[in-house]
């Protein structure tokens, strides 16, 4: 399944409501399922955990949605390498990515 196939799904479900629900209240409903994706990584809850991951992922499309943003092409830029240095494999620094 492509992206934007899920986007259009997500969209026929859920567009009424979401228009409806607007932006600030949809961002709080995205929020609280990244908490509870914390929870379940934290908790060790694999089962949870997957489950966290498609509601943090539908929340942030369904955000798209109400955004009017086209995810697939808004992460597009990511397949043609890193946007910090535009390698496939990043080089950049590593204060800027964290790893250490
Ligand atoms: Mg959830
Ligand atoms: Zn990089």
Redesign the pocket.
Same mark, same amino acid.
């Given at each position: 399944m492509r992206i934007s196939e899920f986007q259009r799904i997500i969209n026929e479900m859920y567009s009424d409501k979401d228009r409806q629900r607007g932006s600030a209240k949809t961002f709080l409903w995205f929020a609280e399922?990244v908490g @509870?994706l914390a929870s379940a990584i934290a908790n060790d809850d694999k089962q949870n955990t997957v @489950? @966290?991951f498609a509601?943090v992922f539908a929340w942030l499309v369904t955000l798209a949605n109400v955004e009017g943003v086209d995810l697939e092409d808004a992460v597009r830029k990511f397949t043609e390498g890193c946007p910090g240095c535009g390698k496939m494999e990043c080089q950049c620094d590593n204060k800027l990515t964290n790893v250490s």
């Open positions: 399922e @509870e @489950e @966290e509601d």
